[in-house]
């Protein structure tokens, strides 16, 4: 199950989950408390049967702030960089979504739970007739990105590493094109033409969607070469790297241009 979302190229976070004979696994727990127990509320709707496991993403708060509103048998399942961040950093990434969402959306209420089990390469679980496959296959948006494959109905949920189908393309928040690029081309050899791709935000995707991230990543760093290597000045290189092709992409003017750009001219 996905969240249900409209035609617009960019929507709230999407979660899910996967239902075995013996219980339940939920991708994503959302934002904060009441997203959290909707997601729980449609689980329940679904299946009496305990939710034996959460998987988060990223650390990411609309991913992962959620996490406290579930059940305390309910074994958290992240990256260990995942769960370094939300040991270490609660506190400044929920004033950096405060800031972000504004007061009142809940977030102040938000508790740190972080993962019971970590995962750095990969891990397999049997619901009982359902099993999910956690894999991490690189950096894109964090260093914690984990896919959840739900092997059976040939569904994968890959959270910020696939931000929306397009017309969106990758944030690069962290920088690291070089590295993004080399995991987006993974994801896209391990995957099938019929595999359903649950990005973070949006619409459901398809394999071949993927081919527009790996285009974009690849000519946004092609781009940010030559313009290192013709000395361009900033001005001349960021319009050197607007890539109006791109432009569809409704959060194109602020993500391009006050995120990707600056990212692939920085020093890495």
Same mark, same amino acid.
């Given at each position: 199950m996905a969240s249900d979302v409209d035609d617009t190229?960019?929507?709230?976070?999407?979660?899910?989950?996967?239902?075995?004979?013996?219980g339940v696994l939920v991708v994503e727990s959302l934002s904060n408390g009441r997203l959290a127990s909707q997601v729980i509320g449609e689980v329940r709707k679904a299946t009496p049967l305990p939710i034996r496991f959460l998987v988060n993403?990223?650390?990411?708060?609309?991913?992962?702030?959620?996490?406290?509103?579930f059940p305390a048998q309910t074994v958290i399942i992240q990256h260990e960089?995942?769960?370094?961040?939300?040991?270490?950093?609660?506190?400044?990434?929920?004033?950096?979504?405060?800031? *972000?969402?504004?007061?009142n959306a809940g977030i102040e209420e938000a508790m740190a739970r972080s993962a019971d089990v970590t995962v750095t390469g990969s891990c397999s679980l049997d619901l009982g007739g359902k099993h999910v496959d956690i894999e991490h296959i690189g950096y894109a948006q964090t260093d914690g990105d *984990?896919?959840?494959?739900?092997?059976?109905?040939?569904?994968?949920?890959?959270?910020?590493?696939?931000?929306?189908?397009?017309?969106?393309?990758?944030?690069?928040?962290?920088?690291?094109?070089?590295?993004?690029?080399?995991t987006?081309?993974?994801?896209?050899?391990? *995957?099938?033409?019929?595999?359903?791709i649950v990005p973070g935000h949006g619409r459901t995707m398809r394999r071949a969607d993927i081919l527009h991230s790996i285009a974009?990543? /690849?000519?946004?760093?092609?781009?940010?070469?030559?313009?290192?290597?013709?000395? *361009?000045?900033?001005?001349q290189a960021r319009e050197a790297l607007?890539?109006?092709?791109?432009?569809?992409?409704?959060?194109? /003017?602020?993500?391009?241009?006050?995120?990707?750009?600056?990212?692939?001219l920085s020093p890495q």
């Amino acid at each position: 199950m996905a969240s249900d979302v409209d035609d617009t190229d960019h929507t709230a976070t999407n979660a899910g989950f996967a239902v075995g004979d013996s219980g339940v696994l939920v991708v994503e727990s959302l934002s904060n408390g009441r997203l959290a127990s909707q997601v729980i509320g449609e689980v329940r709707k679904a299946t009496p049967l305990p939710i034996r496991f959460l998987v988060n993403t990223s650390f990411h708060g609309d991913h992962c702030f959620g996490n406290f509103a579930f059940p305390a048998q309910t074994v958290i399942i992240q990256h260990e960089a995942t769960k370094r961040v939300i040991d270490e950093r609660f506190e400044q990434d929920r004033a950096f979504m405060i800031d *972000l969402l504004g007061a009142n959306a809940g977030i102040e209420e938000a508790m740190a739970r972080s993962a019971d089990v970590t995962v750095t390469g990969s891990c397999s679980l049997d619901l009982g007739g359902k099993h999910v496959d956690i894999e991490h296959i690189g950096y894109a948006q964090t260093d914690g990105d *984990l896919v959840v494959r739900i092997r059976e109905d040939n569904i994968v949920f890959v959270g910020n590493m696939l931000q929306a189908p397009p017309p969106a393309f990758p944030w690069l928040l962290d920088g690291r094109a070089d590295e993004a690029l080399d995991t987006y081309r993974r994801l896209h050899d391990i *995957l099938d033409d019929d595999t359903l791709i649950v990005p973070g935000h949006g619409r459901t995707m398809r394999r071949a969607d993927i081919l527009h991230s790996i285009a974009y990543l /690849e000519k946004l760093i092609s781009l940010a070469r030559d313009a290192q290597d013709n000395k *361009l000045p900033a001005d001349q290189a960021r319009e050197a790297l607007a890539m109006k092709e791109y432009s569809d992409y409704s959060m194109y /003017e602020f993500i391009h241009f006050q995120v990707n750009i600056p990212a692939v001219l920085s020093p890495q």
